[in-house]
C-alpha cells in the first residue's frame, strides 16, 4: 500500500507488496525491492538502492548527498541488502568518487540516530547502537556490535565477532572477536558472550 500523501518520482522503481507511508520522499534513480515496510516521513533520495524486506523508520534519510567537500555530484548509490532495521532518524549518505558506494548489508539494526557516512562498507548481521556516528570510508565486518554514541574515525576497519563499547571514540582498527573500549580505546578482553551465541560450522 501507497499512501497518497507519499511522492514517489515517476522514475522510480518499486517492487511487489511495499509499505510507503504519508510524506514519505521518494526521488529518481531509486530502486526498492519487494515486501518492504517504509514508515512516515523517510526519504529516499537519489542512488540509493534498497533490498527485500526492510522496515525504515520514520525521519530516516537514505542516500542523501555526501558531507564531504571532495563531492563533485558524481554519479553514485547508497545500497541497502535485505531483512534490516533502520531505526529512526538514521542517515545513510551515498558514495563519492573515492569508492562510488555506501553499502549496508543484510540483517543489520541500525538504531536511532545513526549516521553512515559516504563509502562506508557495514557487512550482515550488525548491531549499530544509538547515535553512534560513523565517518567515511569505514569497514565493519559482520557480526559486529558497536554500542550507543561511539564516534568512529575515516578508514577505521571494526573486526567481526566484536563489542565495542558504548561512548567510545577511536581512530584505529579493531581486531575480530574482542571487546574493546574507554577512551582512549583499548583491548578489554575476549567477547565470551558474543562468541557464545553464534554457531559456527565447520568442515569435517
Do not use: W
Amino acid at each position: 500500500m501507497i499512501s497518497p500523501l507519499a511522492y514517489i518520482h515517476p522514475e522510480a522503481k518499486i517492487g511487489e507488496n511495499v509499505e510507503i507511508g504519508p510524506f514519505v520522499y521518494v526521488d529518481k534513480n531509486v530502486i526498492i525491492g519487494d515486501n518492504n515496510k517504509i514508515m512516515p516521513n523517510v526519504n529516499i533520495l537519489y542512488g540509493s538502492r534498497i533490498g527485500s524486506g526492510n522496515t525504515i523508520f520514520p525521519g530516516a534519510v537514505i542516500g542523501a548527498v555526501p558531507q564531504d567537500l571532495k563531492f563533485k555530484g558524481e554519479e553514485t548509490t547508497a545500497e541497502i541488502g535485505d531483512n534490516n532495521l533502520i531505526r529512526e532518524n538514521v542517515t545513510i549518505n551515498r558514495g563519492t568518487a573515492a569508492k562510488g558506494i555506501t553499502k549496508v548489508g543484510s540483517g543489520n539494526l541500525l538504531m536511532e540516530g545513526v549516521h553512515v557516512a559516504h563509502d562506508a562498507q557495514i557487512g550482515n548481521g550488525c548491531i549499530i547502537g544509538n547515535a553512534t556516528k560513523m565517518a567515511g570510508e569505514i569497514v565493519i565486518d559482520d557480526h559486529a556490535i558497536i554500542s550507543a554514541a561511539i564516534l568512529m574515525h575515516q578508514f577505521c576497519h571494526v573486526g567481526g565477532y566484536v563489542m565495542v563499547q558504548g561512548g567510545s571514540r577511536f581512530s584505529k582498527d579493531i581486531p575480530p572477536y574482542i571487546v574493546a573500549g574507554r577512551d582512549p580505546i583499548a583491548y578489554c578482553g575476549i567477547n565470551i558472550i558474543g562468541l557464545r551465541r553464534v554457531v559456527f560450522q565447520t568442515k569435517s
